[in-house]
Each structure stands twice: as structure tokens, then as C-alpha cells.
């Protein structure tokens, strides 16, 4: 099984820059978004497991995407500010990144080698492409776009209530 490598640098959307160390020891659903996109309503998912599980070690990490459609447009700030303002989002974002071709961010270029999607597809087909990583970093799984928060609740809290290896 494949891991993520703690060392790699992300950046929050409101511009601070720091290594996925401070994770260590959580269980992390990472996760593409887009604000103009048909699955954009999944925020408000993402959000409710955030906040039932995240006393638990989950931490779910938003990272804006506007590969797909020109769906996630705007700045950072406009980002951060329409997913509080319409979705209540208080879960960790990031600043916009690539997720497939040569300017793909290093994590999600772990995520797709760890996790590949159907047929061992590599890329990333759409927006809200969901990861579950375990906390010592192993790449547990990935989600398709269709699959709605809500449909995880099981997996996540089966792995926060499985005992330390």
C-alpha cells in the first residue's frame, strides 16, 4: 500500500504554507472541490462529517480545483469566502491547485499512484474525487465524485474506532 510523504508542503487558502506533519496521527479525507460545479452541495456533506468526527482525528482538507469546466474560477479569497458564506465550510481549504497533467500538486500525485481509479486510472475524472488516508499516511481508498459524503460515514468511523497497529 501506498503512502502520502508528510514532508509535503500544501498552502491554506488564506496563504500559509506548511508540511501535512501537522497530520500525522489523523485520519485525513482530502478532497478536489469546485464552487460552480453540480456536486458543489457535497460542502455541506464534507462539513457535517468534519464536525461529527473531527473530536475523533478526522480532518477532511478541501483543495479547489478548476481543471474541470472552469468550475472554481476565483481567487482564493472568493473561494474561502463563497464555500463559509453559501456552505458553512469551517473545515480546512487550500489554495487552488492542479490535479492532473505536468502541473499536478505532489500530494495529489501520491493520492492517484496510491489510490488509482477505475480500470487503474491515474487521473482524475471530476470535481469532489474523494481520498480516505489512514493516520500513518496510508492511501486507503478513493472515491468517486457521485459517492456523497454521507456514504462514508461508515468507512471513516470504522477506521477512527480501529485499534492502533
Known amino acids: ?3 502520502i510523504d508528510f514532508s509535503t508542503k500544501v498552502t491554506s487558502i488564506d496563504g500559509e504554507e506548511y508540511t501535512l506533519e501537522k497530520y500525522r496521527g489523523e485520519l485525513l479525507l482530502i478532497v478536489n472541490t469546485a464552487s460552480k460545479c453540480g456536486f458543489t452541495p457535497q460542502f455541506e456533506g464534507l462539513d457535517k462529517l468534519w464536525r461529527e468526527f473531527g473530536d475523533q482525528g478526522l480532518r477532511v482538507l478541501g483543495f479547489p480545483c478548476n481543471q474541470f469546466g472552469n468550475q472554481d474560477p476565483g ?3 472568493e473561494i474561502a469566502s463563497f464555500c463559509r458564506v453559501n456552505y458553512g ?3 480546512p ?3 487552488r491547485i492542479e490535479v492532473n ?3 499536478t500538486h505532489p500530494l495529489f500525485r501520491q493520492l492517484k499512484k496510491g489510490a488509482p481509479g477505475i480500470l ?3 487521473a482524475i475524472k471530476w470535481n469532489f474525487t474523494k481520498f480516505l488516508v489512514d493516520r500513518d499516511g496510508t492511501i486507503l481508498e478513493r472515491y468517486g465524485p457521485k459517492t ?3 456514504q462514508l460515514r461508515d468507512d471513516i468511523a470504522a477506521r477512527l474506532h480501529a485499534p492502533s497497529e
Open 1 to 3: 500500500m501506498s503512502q
Open 75 to 77: 481567487t482564493n479569497d
Open 89 to 91: 465550510v469551517t473545515f
Open 93 to 95: 481549504m487550500h489554495e
Open 101 to 103: 497533467g505536468s502541473g
Open 120 to 122: 487503474s486510472t491515474k
Open 148 to 150: 456523497e459524503p454521507e
